[in-house]
Each structure stands twice: as C-alpha cells, then as structure tokens.
C-alpha cells in the first residue's frame, strides 16, 4: 500500500458496493412511498424506542415498523423533555438515512490496480484485520498514543473505549475548537461550570430573550424552539441582535442589525448601562460576586455613543434594550449561543456574556439559568486503561485552557514539517467528514497524505472517505444499540437506542466494530459481552430498571435528588470557581496573563468589493451530513446566497442569478450558487447555509448543490485561550462567468 501519497478517490466511479443485501432490491421510489404514514394506523405496528443520531439534542423517540420489516414512521415519546413528543424535521426525516440508496454499502480497502490507486471490496474479516494489523504496527514503531481518533457523535464513545484500552487518549473531535468549546471555557472562568448540552436555558419561563448570533428556530434544537414558541405566546420580549433579520429576529421586539466582528463593544455598552443607570442586581452581585469594582471601572468609558459608530447601533436604542433586560431581571436570559467560533476572542466574548448575565442576576434563577441534575450511569467493568506517555491535551500547550482534544492540533501534529513535541502517523475517523467540517482544508490534506493509516468510518460516502485506506460502512441509528442517553434537564432522565430492524446491506454498529478490533488487538478483557445489549441490561438493572422495562417505556425520568433547581432568596451558594463566588474579574486569566475583564479587539474589515461571509443553519439539515437524505433534501436541496439590493443594484444581479465566489485569499467555489436579493442582509456582508457543495458524485442528491461556506474558510482567528478556531473572518466577492471552465452538473 502506498503511504507517501494517498489520491482521492471517487466511490461513485467504481460501482462498488452495488449489490445490497436483504431489502437493497427496492426503487428509492418505491422506499419513499412504503415509509409513507399518509393514514397510517400505527396501533398495528411494532414499536421500537430509539434517540435521535441526526443531531446532538438527541429526541428520544419511537421507530414504528410493519410485519414485513419495513420501517414505516419515527416519532417523540411524550415523556421525553428533549421532544415532547414532538420531533422536529430532521428528526420525522430520520428514517431517509435508513432508506438511503447511496450509503455505503460494503467495506472497502485501496489498492493499487494498473498504476493507480482505487477501492475494492471486502469482506469485514479482511478489513478488520488489515486495522488491527497496522494498529499493532504503529504501536509498535511509534506508541499506541501515535494512532488518533477523530470523532463526533454517538460512534464515537465506542471507539473512544477501543482507543484507550489500547493505550492512545490522542482523542479529540471538531465540536470544541469549532463550536461551543469558547462558551465553556468563558461560562467556567466566570461561575465555575459551563451551560451543558442541551443548555441549562429556563427559556420557557424568561420574561426577556437576548440573543446574539443565535439562530433559534434555523438551527432548531427542539426543546429550546418549543419554549421559545411558548414563550412568544405568553408575549416573552426577544432582543435579537445580527446582521441578519433571522427567522428568530423577524419574531423579535428589537431587532439589532449589529456590524459583524463588534458583538463585544455592544456588550461593554450594555454593562456600562446596567451599572452606571444602576439596573444591575445589586443584592445579587454584593452576595454571589467578586470584582465589580474593576468591572465598574473598566466599563466607564464604554457608553453607548463610544459603541455607536461601531456597532452602527445608535445610543437611544442600546440604553432602551440594556433597560428592557433589566425590567425582565432576573427573569432575563442573554444566551451563551452554540456555534461561537467567530472572531477568535471568542471566550472573552463568551465571557462577556457571562458577566452580563450575572448583572441581571440570572445565574440560579427562575427565567435565566436553572441547575440541571443528570443520573450517573454505571461503568461495565472493565480493567483499568492502561496510562499514555502523552494525550492529545498535551497538544495545547500554547492553549492554557484547553482541557480536552483539539482537533486542528492533532491534524497539525500529523504534519512533519510542523513543529510539535508529538507525532501523530494514522488516524481514525468516525462520523465527521474531517475536511469539509474543519478550517485550513489545505493542512488538512498536507496531514492526510503524509498519514502511514487512515481508517474512516461512517455511514455515506461523505469527502473524507476518498482519502481512506480502509472504510467501514457504519449502520444507521435506527439499526442498532448504543450508549444509555443521560440527560441533565429540569429533571434528570435516560432514554434507550435499540435496533428497530437489521442493518442493511453489509453495515454494522460501531460497537461491533470496536468489539471486534479489541478482540484481534488482543483487548478482549475490555469487551466481556457477546452483544452491547448485556452491557446496556447491566447498567439499567444497576439503575432500578432493566432493558425489557425500557423497551416498553423507552424514557425513565427521575425525581431530583440534589439542589433545588433555583437558587432561593437570600441562599449562600458556593461557585465552584477558586474564590467560590461568581468572578467579574478573573486572577486565573490574569495569572495566565490574559486580559481580567473583557476587552474590545478591532478586527479586519472586508477589503472593496469584498462581503464579510456568515453562514447558518436550515431547521431541516444537520450540517453536511444530512445534504443527501432524501426527505430532507427533499425539503431542501440547495442553498442560496443573500445579498443586500443595494449590493446587487452595483453588480447588476438579479434574483436566482448563478454566481461563484471567490475569498480573499483567492479560493473560489466549486460550484454556482444562486442569488437571494433581500433587505434582510446587511449591505457589508453576505449569507449562506452551511453544509451544501459537495463534490463527491456518490451522493446523488448532494452532488454540486449550492456551493460550500466551508471551501471559503481559508483564513482562521484562533483563539489564544483554548485553541478555538474563528471562522467568520473570511470575505468574499463574487464572479458573474464559471471561472472553473467546466460543464456544470
């Protein structure tokens, strides 16, 4: 096998995989139309409990399917506080994944045929061995910590359990440096505990909604967008600051079209509001705080006329909105987001968000932030991992407070030019399509190829897979077990996955997969179970309950056994931050010779002719991953590129006009993408879903739709407190003619 250069390669062109297994012979016709419910009578049909695998809220849910083995609908389990019994788009589209003709179907190995490299097909033996075979190799040359995983999403517990009894904790996934990693930090530094996922957000009884960059409603967490709705209906007042007039915005009493990259002074000048027209929760702050003299200090000069001109947001309407929290107080939320990656001070505006909330006294409080309670679930036994002689943590050095796996430094660790104390020779990946959800693709493929071993595993032929030694064809959610879902909510609760059918074609669960891999790695100590099933059985009966209870009920809540969900008046509460109180001012940050308080950074404007680019979420797509579901496609299929009028009055354009785009560092789109010409974008930016423009033939109905945000991220911020990588400096502008000089698909 060749390792020096590894080549993309097109799946779809090689017809692999072609001949399915049990249930493969059907249309995706005729597989739409027998999944219909139209006048369905579901009280004939077996029932399955399962959670949601298409994002990470994670509805529990249940899998209804007929005599003949044929998944016909997914829907919420009522006593579920995820849902309520309600799934949203993708979760009712869950099944398309099941039904999909273009997963991968088989396992496949590269090979080299006639001077080129391509895949053939093979049995799960035979690539199960070849892995096992290259992982002792590894070991062997370089340590077991030299073989990373990268992972996102159920899957990958089970190989994180593979990789450490293997002796590599060099684990990381994209979710911290390329999501909500800066909120965690900043929450941490602030009270001494992050918001969790789902967020600790008491949105259904706020009588005040801030949200800054949030686009609830698009990125539809289901719980969050029903107590939002609710919320409307008992007339919640909605502060919504972006450039964009978002779905959530268009709901909103205020609306603040805010100049992207300046979040933070807005924030400066509402705290210099709530301090010196004293609306701050003075009770709240003089028991539960320390610093607000530095903070009182440090905001005097950030007044709502310094914020104007830049923010473009007047004085007049920063005071009334600082006044409208402080009215809700301490029934007021200032959301901490989710996707906070921007600018690369993301954890101080993290911070800021943080503070903010502290001044209206909503930390504890009923309409701001409840504590959640979570039921532990029991380890299976087990012997002890053996101890690494590095972690991927040990990657950060430069990044003092990143306790956990970056991904980009483990994808830089893989690189032999880059300096770096570690060296990372392979790689698995399991349900991320690396380069398409990570910055900087150029490093990304710099590290592939000079990678000995990649293994990639997922269940479709996503971009990441053309770059694999070996790929393993995951199963869908819907045809497996997995780990005991554990929720901290108002009340804590479990839910169950289990299989509602077979997997089709030659798939297999994740943790088969790992079992199997233990089992050749001589690891078996650490997998003592014939199917995750008694592992799962185990943990419940440890638990009160037991797997054929849950089968029936699906969903187990539990009464709290700890605090009480709000602080009471008067409570003395101990944060667990060094001075246990809730810290305006940080020594930790000082110590470590960062900025105490929040600081405002100017930051890079878009060049002439040039539109700072954001992106966002459709309510029925999961990043890339769920482009190329059918019914989900099917409710959208492509993206659209929105441009102010004033902007397209200079181009010429006209609405659904086909345009390219090139970024400043002169990285143009793959593919076309379609104009949208509204008022509801500001004239110095411009907008797109994220997750279109694949390149990969194999996903049929993906393939060339829309053009990629991701493609355009060439230029990262990173943040110098945990590692995060901002990915909204990037600026675009646009080309009328295919640069590409290519037929179009």
């Known amino acids: 096998m060749k390792t020096t250069r590894r080549e993309f390669i097109k799946v779809s062109s090689l017809g692999l995989g072609s001949v399915a297994l049990a249930g493969g012979g059907f249309s995706l016709y005729k597989l739409f139309e027998e999944s219909s419910h139209r006048g369905l009578d579901i009280s004939k049909l077996k029932r399955y409990p399962t959670y949601c695998d298409v994002c990470f809220w994670k509805c529990a849910g249940w899998t209804y399917v007929d005599d003949n083995n044929k998944v016909k609908k997914v829907t919420g389990n009522e ?81 994180e359990h593979l990789f450490k009894a293997f002796g590599s904790d060099t684990i990381a996934e994209p979710a911290f440096a390329q999501c909500r990693g800066p909120r965690a930090v900043g929450f941490k530094l602030t009270y001494g505990a992050a918001v969790g996922s789902p967020e600790t957000t008491d949105i259904r009884d706020s009588k005040c909604l801030v949200l800054i960059g949030s686009h609830i409603g698009e990125n539809m967490h289901n719980s969050q967008v029903q107590e939002v709705s609710d919320a409307i209906d008992k007339g919640i007042s ?57 903070l009182k200090e ?56 943080a503070i903010l909330n502290a001044l209206l006294g909503s930390w504890g409080k009923r309409g701001g932030f409840y504590f959640s309670e979570k039921i532990k679930v029991p380890k299976y036994p087990h012997p002890h991992y053996p101890k690494p002689k590095w972690k991927a943590k040990d990657l950060n050095e430069q990044f003092p407070f990143a306790k956990t796996g970056i991904t980009t430094e483990v994808i830089k660790a893989s690189v032999p030019e880059e300096k770096s104390k570690y060296k990372v020779k392979a790689w698995m990946v399991a349900g991320t399509n690396l380069t398409q959800s990570v910055p ?179 309510p029925m797509h999961t990043f890339s991953k769920t482009i190329n579901n059918p019914y989900l496609n099917d409710l959208k299929d492509t993206n659209s590129l929105w441009i102010n009028p004033s902007v397209a009055k200079i181009w010429g354009l006209k609405y659904g006009q086909k345009v390219w785009i090139k970024n400043q560092d002169g990285k ?39 053009a990629s945000d991701s493609e355009m991220v060439t230029k990262v911020l990173i943040d110098p407190l945990m590692g995060g990588t901002g990915l909204r400096g990037n600026f675009v502008t646009l080309l009328l003619e295919n640069p590409n000089k290519i037929v179009e698909s």
């Open 79 to 159: 006593s579920d506080m995820h849902c309520r019994g309600r799934l949203c788009p993708r979760g009712t589209g869950g099944l398309g994944m099941y039904y999909d003709e273009d997963r991968l179907k088989t396992p496949l190995i590269r090979i080299k045929e006639g001077g080129k490299q391509t895949f053939r097909e093979a049995s799960w033996e035979e690539a199960l061995d070849l892995i096992a075979t290259k992982m002792k190799e590894i070991k062997s040359k370089y340590g077991a910590e030299s073989f990373a995983l990268l992972k996102h999403g159920t899957p990958g517990k089970h190989f």
């Open 238 to 294: 909605i502060i919504t600051v972006d450039p964009r007039l978002s779905t959530i915005a268009n709901k909103s009493k205020y609306w603040l079209p805010i100049r992207p990259a300046t979040d933070m002074a807005l924030l400066l000048a509402w705290m210099h509001v709530l301090i010196y027209e004293e609306l701050y929760d003075k009770k709240y702050i003089n028991k539960h705080s320390i610093g607000f003299d530095q």
């Open 298 to 353: 440090h905001v005097r000069k950030f007044t709502p006329e310094w914020a104007y001109p830049i923010t473009d947001i007047k004085p007049k309407l920063i005071r009334e909105t600082a006044r409208e929290m402080a009215k809700a107080s301490p029934s007021v939320l200032v959301h901490p987001g989710r996707h906070v990656t921007w600018y690369g001070d993301d954890t101080q505006r993290s911070r800021a968000i």
């Open 440 to 618: 900087n693709k150029k490093m990304t493929l710099k590290a592939i190829e000079s990678l000995e071993f990649l293994v990639v595993v997922d269940l479709m032929p996503m971009e990441i897979t053309g770059y694999a030694d070996v790929i393993l064809p995951e199963c869908s959610y819907l045809e497996r077990y997995d780990m005991i879902r554990s929720s901290g909510w108002r009340t804590p609760s479990i839910a169950l996955r289990m299989p509602a059918v077979e997997p089709r074609f030659d798939s297999k669960p994740a943790w088969w997969m790992a079992k199997q891999l233990g089992d050749r790695l001589g690891l078996g100590e650490y997998f003592k179970y014939n199917d995750y099933s008694e592992v799962i059985d185990w943990q419940l009966k440890k638990m009160g309950t037991s797997l054929e209870e849950m089968k029936h009920i699906g969903v187990m809540n539990f009464n709290r056994r700890g605090r009480d969900l709000y602080l009471k008046e008067g409570e003395d509460y101990k944060f667990k931050t060094p001075s246990g109180k809730i810290e305006l001012y940080s020594k930790q940050l000082e110590k470590m010779g960062f900025d105490p308080m929040p600081v405002y950074e100017i930051h890079n404007k878009p060049p002439k002719n040039y539109y700072r680019l954001i992106y966002g979420r459709a």
């Open 668 to 706: 143009i789109s793959d593919f076309p993408i379609k104009v949208r010409i509204t008022e509801r974008i500001r004239w110095d930016s411009v907008y797109m879903v994220h997750g279109f423009g694949h390149n990969n033939k194999k996903l049929t109905r993906a393939y060339g739709k829309g």
